[in-house]
């Protein structure tokens, strides 16, 4: 059976490494699958990471709205029995490419974040003609799979689809390279003489390092704080705001801007605590490899994602998003330990997000459909 998954590229977003967890697995079974990994464009610090027995598809565009005749070719040429497709936009055009291209392929699109919202960034600032584009494109798909219940609802409520026609299989995040890269030398762990709180996410509007940069001067102008700094760990385009805000709060000795990490294991594993302030998430992949390095977290309570990972707060402090009081009262809680949560306890939650247990319900929807 051949299976096509196509995805922009490869340089390390949190949905780039849920597809790299999943199809080096599925590799793993060789004897029973050809994977194809289709690219709008081969780059990215991940490529290095691929088993040896993907088969890897440039289709070389700078875009993804310029691929839609080099996929159509593709598909025409190689005939693959699935086509899974991630992320929205990609979505629309993988699924335009089946259409036009008469593909015989079964269509599976990989949704990670709640439509209802992210769409408005990728697509169209209107609601309304998301809902047109989304509707109609994403009904072509044999499936839609949400990476959790939170963008399996959103899907189902906010644009209508019919329940058995949304599937979801959570993100397979947890292994054990993840303690092990953890153990890795990472000179910013040494350079750090105070204890600190940690970020890890791109640097963009949906992930609101303001909330957690003014929760952070809270907790400092209450003397709450001192010792620790805060570390933020990634890239993005709303870097220079950022620094601009850290600069008109006077906190650039405190707040440390790492940039992008191919492995940030070592500076999640030597912190303090784990502090997510996103607005929106759909399954975030972040959360779990914090569990699985035994941290102590405090997250916005999102539409979809830390609530279903966190068990509703019984692995994690959960607070409202967009209330950086609320955020800086959670983080004094858990530095100051008057909320603990049984570390070993965090471990094994983090293993229900295996890749083992997603690759078969993987599997199942191959074999179903």
């Known amino acids: 059976?051949?299976?096509?998954?196509?995805?922009?590229?490869?340089?390390?977003?949190?949905?780039?490494?849920?597809?790299?967890?999943?199809?080096?697995?599925?590799?793993?079974?060789?004897?029973?699958?050809?994977?194809?990994?289709?690219?709008?464009?081969?780059?990215?610090?991940?490529?290095?990471?691929?088993?040896?027995?993907?088969?890897?598809y440039d289709l070389n565009k700078n875009q993804v709205r310029y691929c839609l005749f080099d996929l159509m070719r593709y598909l025409k040429t190689e005939t693959p029995n699935y086509l899974i497709s991630s992320l929205d936009y990609m979505n629309v055009i993988s699924s335009l490419a089946h259409s036009l291209s008469n593909s015989n392929s079964k269509l599976f699109l990989w949704e990670h974040n709640n439509l209802s919202?992210?769409?408005?960034?990728?697509?169209?600032?209107s609601l309304f003609l998301n809902k047109v584009i989304i509707k109609y494109f994403y009904s072509r798909a044999n499936k839609i799979i949400a990476v959790s219940n939170g963008v399996r609802d959103d899907l189902i409520n906010n644009f209508n689809f019919i329940s058995k026609k949304v599937e979801v299989v959570e993100n397979p995040v947890y292994n054990n390279k993840i303690i092990e890269k953890s153990h890795e030398r990472d000179?910013?762990?040494?350079?750090?003489?105070?204890?600190?709180?940690?970020?890890?996410?791109?640097?963009?509007?949906?992930?609101?390092?303001?909330?957690?940069i003014d929760a952070y001067k809270i907790l400092v102008d209450k003397n709450v704080i001192n010792d620790i700094n805060l570390v933020i760990v990634g890239e993005g385009p709303e870097e220079e705001n950022i620094n601009a805000r850290i600069k008109y709060l006077h906190l650039e000795?405190?707040?440390?801007?790492?940039?992008?990490?191919?492995?940030?294991?070592?500076?999640?594993?030597?912190?303090?605590?784990?502090?997510?302030?996103?607005?929106?998430?759909?399954?975030?992949?972040?959360?779990?490899?914090?569990?699985?390095?035994?941290?102590?977290?405090?997250?916005?309570?999102?539409?979809?994602?830390?609530?279903?990972?966190?068990?509703?707060?019984?692995?994690?402090?959960?607070?409202?998003?967009?209330?950086?009081?609320?955020?800086?009262?959670?983080?004094?809680?858990?530095?100051?330990?008057?909320?603990?949560?049984?570390?070993?306890?965090?471990?094994?939650?983090?293993?229900?997000?295996?890749?083992?247990?997603?690759?078969?319900?993987?599997?199942?929807?191959?074999?179903?459909?």
């Open 1 to 56: 059976m051949k299976l096509s998954f196509i995805i922009p590229n490869m340089k390390g977003g949190g949905a780039e490494r849920v597809l790299l967890n999943l199809i080096n697995k599925l590799a793993d079974y060789n004897d029973d699958y050809i994977i194809h990994l289709v690219l709008v464009k081969k780059e990215g610090h991940l490529l290095s990471e691929l088993n040896d027995n993907i088969i890897i």
């Open 117 to 125: 919202v992210h769409s408005k960034k990728t697509i169209s600032k």
């Open 187 to 212: 000179d910013n762990v040494i350079k750090f003489k105070n204890k600190y709180i940690i970020a890890v996410g791109r640097l963009a509007k949906q992930k609101n390092y303001f909330n957690l």
């Open 253 to 369: 000795d405190k707040i440390n801007l790492v940039g992008h990490k191919n492995n940030p294991f070592p500076l999640i594993k030597g912190s303090s605590a784990f502090i997510l302030s996103s607005d929106n998430e759909g399954l975030p992949t972040v959360l779990i490899e914090a569990l699985a390095l035994k941290k102590q977290i405090v997250s916005t309570d999102c539409p979809s994602g830390p609530r279903e990972i966190l068990d509703g707060g019984k692995y994690g402090l959960l607070v409202p998003i967009k209330d950086p009081i609320k955020l800086a009262h959670g983080i004094d809680s858990i530095i100051n330990k008057k909320i603990i949560f049984d570390e070993e306890s965090l471990l094994l939650r983090a293993k229900d997000f295996s890749i083992n247990n997603s690759i078969k319900k993987f599997k199942i929807l191959l074999n179903v459909n």
